[in-house]
């Protein structure tokens, strides 16, 4: 079950309850009333909070999904599964628009950076990847209008691994950008919160 709350006076307005099994993750929209949420029947929903109801559900994650989060510009989301795939979604459409492959264990968190156009994520690989995706923007952003080729224009290129960091002896469960200032926050099973420094072509465990 989803449950929306009023947290300034303790209420919970609604509850959703079409997911079959765990939620794990829900995300809001910045700017329109609605949110996202995923779990263990492998399907992503998306959510008008006002009218009430599911409007649509993305398949095709073959897992678990742990984390779903909106693009804080484009009509995009990005999903982590137990599959080792993240996914990226374009929810306008409602189309999957990039599959990201490389990660061997069970993908943990994503996250897109707030200014450039990266994407960071985690898994029990024990690694932390950052991936660049500013060729699927720039696709996204000249077939935006175009029907037609928006079904056709993705080969599964377009978004590379740029970094690559390893340090953690265990899995991990959880990374993040800094905001502004080039850093990587990572935390996992060994108990340890790894900061990460991010400049041109490299990355490197800073403390």
């Not at 709350?5 to 309850?17: A, H, L, T």
């Not at 949420?37 to 559900?57: E, H, M, T």
């Not at 060729?135 to 377009?158: F, I, P, R, V």
Request: net charge negative; hydrophobic share 35%.
């Amino acid at each position: 079950i989803i449950q929306l709350f009023d947290y300034r006076v303790g209420v919970i307005i609604e509850k959703f309850s079409d997911h079959e099994g765990p939620v794990r993750s829900v995300d809001f929209h910045r700017t329109q009333p609605l949110f996202t949420s995923a779990g263990d029947d492998q399907k992503i929903r998306v959510w008008d909070y006002n009218k009430k109801k599911c409007l649509f559900i993305l398949s095709g994650h073959i897992d678990y999904i742990r984390m779903v989060k909106f693009h804080h510009e484009l009509p995009w989301i990005i999903s982590t599964s137990d599959d080792q795939t993240i996914r990226l979604w374009n929810w306008q459409n409602r189309s999957n628009i990039a599959v990201l492959t490389g990660h061997t264990h069970y993908v943990m968190s994503a996250e897109f950076h707030p200014e450039d156009n990266l994407i960071l994520s985690s898994s029990l690989d024990n690694k932390v990847y950052v991936w660049d995706y500013s060729e699927l923007k720039e696709k996204h952003q000249k077939y935006a209008g175009d029907s037609k080729k928006n079904d056709l224009m993705y080969t599964g290129t377009e978004v590379e691994v740029k970094h690559i960091c390893e340090g953690h002896e265990k899995g991990v469960n959880f990374a993040c950008f800094h905001p502004s200032r080039g850093l990587i926050a990572s935390g996992a099973d060994d108990k340890l919160i790894k900061l990460w420094r991010m400049s041109g072509s490299r990355a490197w465990e800073l403390d």
